[in-house]
């Protein structure tokens, strides 16, 4: 629906993936170097690792892939990463592009979207996405506000217009006790203001699953496309499809449901069987 607050920009969903209702795995890297959790790994041996969660994403086939730095924990504030996280994060990116070939975005937590767009551009990817886009939120690394202007002066210094930007309403992981005298659709449409691209819905923290009344509330106050950030099985893919315009998955379709273990390309196929039909029925 049209909502008086930005010019139409269409659909960055079917511009990037050629469908709708479109199902993006996420690559979750093992600890990159200078975090708490790396042990001396070779950057040779976590990108064979990327490589073969994207390689069991697509031989199930998955639409698209998103890297993300999700090994990283306890997540830093943008001021506070090195250099070094885009920098890794562009060479697993790079090899993934040229080695799978699907559309690819990155996510640098906690977040940072000017490192995620220097890794997109870097890397060959054509969206990021960002946590918080505008306004502010209370997370677990603290205070984290909006860094839309900057981002948005930085892709303009690097001419990368076409890197489209994927940002949360009512994001994951804090509390939004600062802007609790705003509703769900104004941080919407403030996310619309300011130009981002599509709009991401989530639960309350990685693997919960996204209140379907509150997607139908973001859904209805833009006129952006609306994905599913969280939570996302095959259980509720159908349902959640119906009302989105892709899904974004990653731990259901591991191991044990566990977001470190190795994506099994049996889940990827059986869960793309169920979108595919989603997809099939609002052609």
């Known amino acids: 629906m049209g909502t008086g607050v930005a010019r139409n920009r269409g659909s960055a969903v079917t511009d990037i993936f050629g469908k709708r209702k479109v199902a993006i795995g996420v690559i979750h890297c093992p600890a990159l170097p ?148 705003r509703s769900i659709p104004e941080l919407t449409r403030d996310l619309e203001f300011f130009h981002a691209d599509a709009v991401i819905a989530t639960g309350q923290r990685t693997g919960d699953a996204a209140d379907p009344d509150e997607v139908r509330t973001i859904r209805d106050a833009t006129s952006l496309p609306v994905l599913i950030g969280s939570g996302v099985t095959e259980g509720n893919v159908e349902s959640l499809l119906d009302v989105a315009e892709g899904v974004i998955i990653g731990s259901s379709l591991k191991a044990g449901g566990v977001w470190w273990n190795a994506v099994e390309k049996e889940r990827v196929a059986s869960f793309m069987e169920l979108v595919r039909a989603v997809r099939e029925r609002h052609r």
Request: hydrophobic share 45%.
């Open 34 to 181: 200078g975090t708490p959790d790396h042990r001396g790994q070779s950057m040779t041996a976590i990108s064979d690792q990327a490589c073969a969660d994207a390689e069991a994403y697509v031989a199930g086939g998955i639409d698209g892939l998103i890297v993300e730095n999700h090994g990283d924990i306890p997540f830093v504030k943008p001021a506070d990463l090195g250099p070094e996280t885009a920098a890794c994060m562009a060479v697993i990116t790079d090899r993934i592009r040229r080695e799978f070939g699907v559309p690819l975005g990155i996510n640098v937590l906690a977040n940072a979207p000017v490192h995620a767009l220097a890794v997109a551009v870097a890397g060959g990817a054509r969206f990021v996405r960002v946590n918080q886009w505008a306004n502010a939120y209370v997370a677990n690394e603290g205070l984290i506000e909006g860094e839309a202007g900057k981002t948005l002066r930085y892709r303009a210094s690097l001419g990368a217009a076409d890197v489209a930007i994927f940002a949360d309403s009512h994001v994951k992981h804090g509390s939004h006790s600062i802007v609790a005298d």
